[in-house]
C-alpha cells in the first residue's frame, strides 16, 4: 500500500495526490510531503524512490533488500534512517519481535518504508490529519513526532518484561523448576536483543541531536535530544534487567545447589544410620555360628537382647552426636 499526504500553508492538507504529481508537489521548498510504502512490493516502490525522489541506488538497496542495526547516514540533500520498533509478547513462551522502518528526510519531503505495521507510523499518520502542527512544522519536527512514538512503543513492553521478571523471582524463591530456567534464559535472549537494537538506535538519535545536517533545522535539535534522553534511561533500564535477570539465575543455581545439599545430607544420613545395622546383621548371619561349632552361647537369648540394643542403640547415639555436630 502507498499512501502519502501533502500539507501546504495556507491550505487544506491533501490526503493520497497522484503519483504523478509528486515531482510537481516536490518543486515547493514550502510545502510537505509524507509517502509511506507500507508492505508495498519492491517493485513497486523502487520506480517512485529512484526516478521521483532520485535516492541512491545503494540507499534504496538498503531500505528495500537488506537488513540493518539503526544507523544515519547522510546524502546531503537528504538523510537515511533505519529504525527498528520492538514487540514484546508473553503468550506461548516469551518472545521479542523487531521490524525494521527505513526513513527518507528531505528538505520537503518525509519518506517511510517498512514491510510490517508499525503502531509509531499509524499514530502519527492519524496526528497529522488531526493536528496540523505535526505537518505544519517542517519535515525534521515530522520526523520528531514519528521516532518519538516509535520510542514511547517501548515502555509498555519494557514494564511488561519488567513483570515477567518479578515473576520469576518470586518463582524462584518460592518453588524453583525447570521452566523457571528457561523463562531465565528466553529473558536474558529478550533483553540482549532489546539492547541491540538501543544501544545503535540510541546513537543515531545522538547524531540527529548534535550533528549538522542540511535537512534538520537547528532549533529542531532540542527535539531529538529529548528522545536521546529518553533512550539513554531505556538503555540504563535494560542495563539493571539485565542485572536482575543475571541474579535471578544465579538465584535459582544456588537453590537447586541446596536442595541438593539437602537431598544428598539425607540419603547420607539414611546410609550412615545402616551402616552399623548392616554389620551386624551380616556379622551375625555368618554360617560358622552353629551349635555344631560349640558356640551355642551366641545363639542364647542374651545374646539376641544384646545384638538387639545394639541394633536400636547405636544408630540412634550416631544420630544424636550428628545432632550435636550440627549435621542434621
Not at 520492538?86 to 518504508?113: A, C, P, Q, W, Y
Amino acid at each position: 500500500m502507498i499512501r502519502s499526504l501533502y500539507h501546504l500553508p495556507g491550505q487544506t492538507l491533501r490526503l493520497n495526490p497522484p503519483l504523478k504529481e509528486f515531482d510537481t508537489l516536490l518543486k515547493d521548498p514550502a510545502a510537505l510531503l509524507w509517502v509511506d510504502f507500507a508492505a508495498e512490493p519492491d517493485a513497486s516502490c523502487e520506480p517512485i524512490l529512484t526516478g521521483t525522489f532520485h535516492f541512491h541506488p545503494l540507499a534504496v538497496d538498503d531500505a528495500l533488500q537488506e537488513t540493518h542495526t539503526p544507523k544515519i547516514d547522510d546524502w546531503g540533500e537528504y538523510i537515511y534512517i533505519v529504525l527498528n520498533a520492538m514487540d514484546f509478547t508473553s503468550k506461548d513462551g516469551l518472545t521479542l519481535s523487531s521490524r525494521e522502518l527505513d526513513i527518507f528526510l528531505g528538505k520537503n519531503f518525509v519518506v517511510t518504508h517498512h514491510d510490517e505495521p508499525i503502531n509509531a507510523i499509524e499514530t502519527a499518520w492519524a496526528s497529522c490529519q488531526r493536528d496540523p502542527r505535526y505537518t505544519s512544522h517542517g519535515p525534521d519536527h515530522l520526523l520528531y513526532k514519528i521516532i518519538d512514538d516509535l520510542v514511547t512503543d517501548y515502555m509498555p513492553m519494557v514494564e511488561a518484561i519488567d513483570d515477567q521478571i518479578d515473576r520469576v523471582e518470586d518463582e524462584v524463591l518460592i518453588k524453583a523448576e525447570p521452566d523457571t530456567l528457561e523463562r531465565i534464559f528466553s529473558l536474558k535472549r529478550i533483553l540482549l536483543s532489546m539492547r541491540r537494537i538501543i544501544t545503535p538506535q540510541r546513537e543515531v538519535l545522538n547524531k540527529l541531536a548534535r550533528d549538522d545536517f542540511e535537512v534538520v533545522d537547528p532549533h529542531d535539535r532540542i527535539f531529538f535530544r529529548d528522545i536521546y534522553d529518553h533512550l539513554v534511561r531505556l538503555h540504563d533500564l535494560n542495563e539493571s534487567m539485565r542485572d536482575l535477570v543475571s541474579g535471578s539465575l544465579d538465584t535459582y543455581l544456588s537453590v537447586v545447589n541446596n536442595r541438593m545439599n539437602e537431598v544428598m545430607k539425607t540419603l547420607t544420613i539414611i546410609t550412615t544410620l545402616f551402616m552399623p545395622i548392616s554389620f551386624i546383621t551380616g556379622f551375625f548371619g555368618m554360617n560358622f555360628f552353629e551349635p555344631v561349632a560349640g558356640l551355642t552361647n551366641w545363639t542364647n537369648h542374651l545374646a539376641f537382647g544384646l545384638a538387639l540394643a545394639i541394633l536400636i542403640g547405636l544408630p540412634t547415639g550416631m544420630f544424636l552426636w550428628m545432632k550435636h555436630r550440627t549435621w542434621v
